[in-house]
């Protein structure tokens, strides 16, 4: 189930995704077939109507990236923006990608991040206790609003003698 989050005063949804085992899971998968490949179902309310959702990670053997692709019901027409992260234990994002004012039905987030990153070189960093953290955020794009004023200024000129 999605979390309602506030980003600089606007109002959307907050998923956030713990993979545990993440690397042993992996590694088994890879050993079996080409690729690894988990998803996560989730709901959520108020942007407009309730909309399904998918997340899915996918992992190649012989590719080098982390992979991320969010599918929503084809139905689902509103604008929306969405971010992606990869968190720290401490919950600050260590990777994140953004995708703006979009009506598509699947965003793909290909080269999401250097497999060798999040395996090996900064395990500890986004593999604390073998667990990947993702936080995926969406708004309703485009609900902001904007005014302008323009203020004449009458001048009067009054000459005393």
């Known amino acids: 189930m999605a979390e ?8 959307g949804y907050a998923l956030l995704w713990y993979i545990q085992n993440f690397k042993a899971d992996a590694d088994i998968l890879l050993q079996r077939d080409e690729f690894a490949s988990l998803c996560n179902s989730f709901e959520v309310h108020s942007l407009g109507n309730n909309s399904n959702w998918l997340l899915g990670i996918t992992m190649y053997e012989c590719g080098d990236f982390l992979e991320f692709d969010l599918k929503r019901d084809e139905s689902d027409d509103i604008p929306v923006d969405i971010e992606l992260s990869l968190l720290s234990p401490d919950g600050s994002p260590l990777l994140t990608k953004q995708i703006t004012s979009t009506t598509q039905s699947v965003f793909e987030f290909e080269e999401f991040a250097e497999k060798d990153d999040v395996l090996v070189k900064r395990k500890q960093e986004f593999l604390n206790n073998d667990t990947l953290t993702l936080r995926c955020r969406i708004w309703p794009a485009g609900k902001e609003f904007v005014c302008h004023t323009v203020v004449n200024c009458i001048r009067t000129v009054m000459v005393v003698s």
């Open 4 to 11: 309602q989050c506030d980003d600089v005063a606007r109002k």
